[in-house]
């Protein structure tokens, strides 16, 4: 939630000016029919409103240190009841991507990795993801096994690890590399440019 | 009737029950799936969540791949489907010259449930029906992605799909309204924050069950997972016993048309439908896969 701070806030309109080529924020009348509809706001800090004005407003560093741009579920329920026709799950997404290649530290480590982890399973794989592969990749690189396996919490995850295993909707095997593997190469490549570059 | 078929990464492992109860369901209806050939994945959520870039080429070359093949392309998958009409989208816009890849936009692509709740099939389902569903009181789930937003997905009734519950009616069971049907499920934070799906799920349930469903029916396999497999957990932490089984609406297809394989496509769920079915005087003949 907002709180008051000591400082008077220094309001600038870069922020927005870099959304502009997304949508504009500027449109917002604060209505909050994106927050009253959101179904995550109770794992945010900022409700999505809010997260529009403080863009506005050009506070740059809490709208890319906010928890609610990773607990954002992309469910676009915001972006449809939008009256101004504001891309709000777009600016979730431009949030995360400028944090990101800001160097901010994410509040959500976890989600920000499995992110990161999934697109280097389907790079690693050759084009398709291997969802063995990104769990078993997503765990290492967790770490904390150690404290998993006392809370019980690593138990119930094997456990229904082995469910889907079962049931062969888990089989440790890769998926085969696509022809265009070069192509895939090429597209993740493209993709390190910093979007930076775009600006004037 | 013959169309490309982008089935998405998860339909070849986590969704495989998914993807059998479709291919039975195609040859019920004499519809060819044809695989699009070298399809890759399309990004989901980690794609758009963290590079614009990404976000668009990956789906944009297997729309180049679709348009090759020169027919319509029908996605099982929410997500995917989604992803491919964003970059439908883009492709006919002015970002178009940016990805590199030439798209004239000829050939349609559709989310399977659409494709499959066209009034032509199901007056050829309603012919077919040889078990209706009598009894089986179920909410249609439609989840998010695949209305969500209007300007992409062009759906005109994203606030209050109904295509699942005509088809549940054709089927002969009982489609309950409720006004949950396309609230989100966590999607892809069941990973990362599996706590976040635990509450948007658990409301899920009791609003479920407040309306008197005893089932859910779901085409995409994201909310499938989300819905079916904590159910346990999920019912623990609250203190109650959830039974509510999660059927994907082409399995429904498949038991009310009398598919051999539909025991074996149940199999794959976490939650046993078996209960609810032999409650309804569903009786399976052929020995099967036991829980």
């Known amino acids: 939630m907002l709180t008051t701070s000591k400082e008077p806030m220094e309001p600038s309109f870069s922020l927005a000016e870099r959304l502009a080529g997304l949508t504009s924020v500027s449109a917002c009348y604060q209505c909050k029919k994106c927050s009253s509809g959101c179904p995550l706001t109770f794992a945010m800090d900022f409700y999505p409103d809010q997260v529009i004005r403080l863009a506005l407003l050009g506070q740059e560093a809490q709208v890319l240190g906010c928890r609610t741009i990773w607990v954002c579920s992309s469910c676009e329920t915001c972006t449809t009841r939008c009256p101004n026709n504001i891309d709000i799950a777009g600016v979730m997404d431009w949030l995360k991507e400028e944090a990101i290649l800001s160097g901010q530290a994410s509040p959500q480590p976890e989600v920000t990795r499995f992110h990161q982890t999934f697109l280097d399973t389907v790079r690693l794989a050759g084009g398709r993801l291997s969802e063995p592969l990104l769990l078993g990749l997503y765990e290492w690189r967790r770490g904390g096994t150690l404290r998993k396996l006392k809370s019980g919490a690593l138990v119930a995850d094997l456990r229904m690890a082995w469910e889907l295993a079962r049931r062969r909707r888990l089989v440790p095997r890769l998926p085969h590399r696509l022809k265009g593997v070069k192509e895939i190469k090429d597209i993740f490549k493209k993709s390190h440019l910093p979007a930076k570059q775009e600006k004037p | ?291």
């Not at chain 2, 794609?47 to 348009?67: Q, W």
């Open chain 2, 1 to 291: 009737m013959n169309v490309s078929y982008y089935p998405g990464c998860s339909l070849e492992g986590t969704a495989i029950d998914y993807a059998a109860s479709i291919g039975g369901v195609a040859s019920l209806l004499d519809l060819t799936l044809t695989e699009l050939d070298d399809w890759n994945c399309c990004g989901a959520t980690a794609a758009h969540s963290t590079n614009h870039h990404l976000a668009l080429a990956l789906p944009a070359r297997n729309l180049a791949l679709a348009e090759a093949a020169g027919r319509d392309v029908v996605v099982p998958c929410a997500l995917c489907f989604n992803r491919l009409k964003v970059a439908e989208k883009a492709l006919k816009g002015p970002e178009g010259a940016n990805l590199g890849i030439p798209y004239q936009g000829g050939i349609k692509i559709w989310d399977l449930l659409d494709y499959l709740t066209q009034d032509a099939y199901l007056k050829e389902l309603a012919a077919k029906v040889v078990r209706p569903l009598t009894g089986l009181k179920a909410v249609g789930y439609y989840g998010c992605m695949v209305a969500r937003p209007p300007a992409v997905t062009d759906k005109k009734d994203a606030e209050n799909p109904q295509n699942l519950e005509r088809l549940l009616q054709v089927l002969g069971a009982e489609p309950l309204d409720w006004s949950f049907k396309t609230d989100c499920c966590g999607a892809g934070l069941a990973v990362a924050r599996p706590d976040i799906i635990d509450t948007l799920v658990q409301r899920l349930y009791e609003r479920a069950l407040r309306t008197g469903a005893d089932c859910f029916v779901v085409s995409c396999q994201m909310c499938q997972a989300n819905v079916d497999m904590p159910q346990k957990r999920i019912g623990k932490q609250f203190g109650k016993d959830y039974y509510l089984p999660v059927f994907y609406f082409t399995e429904l297809i498949g038991l009310a048309l009398g598919h051999p394989d539909v025991k074996k496509w149940l199999a794959g769920h976490l939650v046993d439908p078996l209960p609810l079915l032999e409650k309804i005087g569903v009786r399976f003949q052929v020995p099967g896969v036991r829980f």
